[in-house]
């Protein structure tokens, strides 16, 4: 069994590779929920719904979100009408919106109603949410709070960020299925993910540090450089006061990592750090990545097992 830790684009990249080399089952993903933001009375997740929909075979691989060939029709409609959304959702898409809201209002939690529909969409994974109370990401610029998705897809990340908040009403907690999942796991998989947005959320989950010390972790930085290989990693990084590449992504996890990868054209060296070929642009770059990884598990699974 192989636990990740995944935000919405870069580790589910590397899942999508590991899903050639070991069954589905075998596979537990913690996700990042820190992103996830209620409107037009549904719940959306996207982290959740990535993974879910990959594993799933639903997902849109060419935007690594959203299920493959889906339809805008009430978005579009609800533009047109003059209520326009935060988010342009497809409409199956807002089908698990819907659903997901509708579980969590009658009184399920987060990791129930996940549960629930990853065994209606067929997924073989266990798919975990990182806690079960809510936790968003926020963006401070100039002088005015917005809710990272606001940032993101509505700004499209144009704006400059005086700070990062991550709100909640209570301290999250790690589920017990999660702490389970970590322990219980051959190793933990911390793939290429945002570490302000989508890993941080999650080690920021009391328990989740603790147990990963207990357990052996690779990494694989989301860096080449100074530059992510997509997204907003780099401004963000600045903005929590760390520079943007691989050094500052191992030094915020390596009191629990054992072997740091780096991208083999990182012209930054880290000491200790593992150089492989990172950058995943097909489903084969993916394989092959998952592949080493993999060999460094059982090399240290042997190694302790001798
Ligand atoms: P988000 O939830 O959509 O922000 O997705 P993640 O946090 O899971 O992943 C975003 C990060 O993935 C970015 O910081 C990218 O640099 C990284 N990333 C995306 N594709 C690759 C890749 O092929 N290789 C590596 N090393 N990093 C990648």
Redesign the pocket.
């Known amino acids: 069994m192989i636990t990740f830790l995944?935000?919405?684009?870069?580790?589910?990249?590397l899942m999508q590779g590991y899903r050639t080399l070991i069954p589905d089952k075998e596979m537990t993903v913690i996700v990042?929920t820190a992103?996830d933001m209620w409107f037009s009375g549904s719940h959306l997740s996207?982290?959740l719904d990535?993974v879910m929909y990959l594993f799933a075979g639903l997902l849109d691989t060419k935007r690594?979100?959203g299920i493959q060939g889906d339809t805008t029709i009430t978005s579009d409609f609800l533009k047109k009408i003059g209520y326009p959304e935060p988010v342009t959702l497809g409409d199956q898409d807002r089908a698990i919106n819907i659903a997901r809201a509708e579980m969590l209002r009658s009184g399920m939690t987060l990791t129930e109603a996940t549960q629930h529909l990853s065994s209606r969409l067929r997924c073989d994974a266990t798919i975990l949410p990182m806690c079960d109370t809510e936790v968003t990401t926020c963006i401070r610029s100039d002088g005015t709070e917005m809710h990272y998705q606001e940032y993101?897809v509505g700004h499209r990340g144009a704006v400059t960020i005086d700070a990062i908040i991550r709100r909640c009403s209570e301290i999250p907690i790690a589920t017990e299925q999660v702490i389970q999942a970590i322990r219980d796991a051959d190793a933990v998989v911390i793939?290429?993910?945002?570490?302000v947005?989508?890993?941080s959320p999650i080690l920021e989950c009391e328990g989740v540090k603790e147990a990963l010390m207990d357990q052996f972790v690779v990494v694989?930085?989301?860096?080449?450089g100074d530059v992510?290989?997509?997204?907003?990693?780099a401004e963000l990084m600045l903005a929590w006061g760390m520079a943007p590449n691989g050094q500052a992504t191992y030094d915020l996890y390596k009191e629990f990592t054992d072997v740091f990868v780096q991208?083999i054209r990182d012209p930054k060296p880290i000491e200790g750090a593992v150089c492989l070929d990172?950058?995943?642009?097909d489903v084969e770059?993916?394989l092959a990545?998952a592949e080493h990884i993999q060999n460094i598990i059982d090399t240290q699974k042997d190694l302790r097992n001798s």
Do not use: Q, R, Y
């Open positions: 995944s935000g919405g684009t870069g580790t589910p990249k990042n992103e996207p982290d990535t690594w979100w993101w793939g290429p993910s945002n570490p947005t989508s890993i694989i930085s989301p860096f080449i992510p290989v997509s997204g907003p990693a991208d990172t950058l995943m642009t770059a993916s990545l």
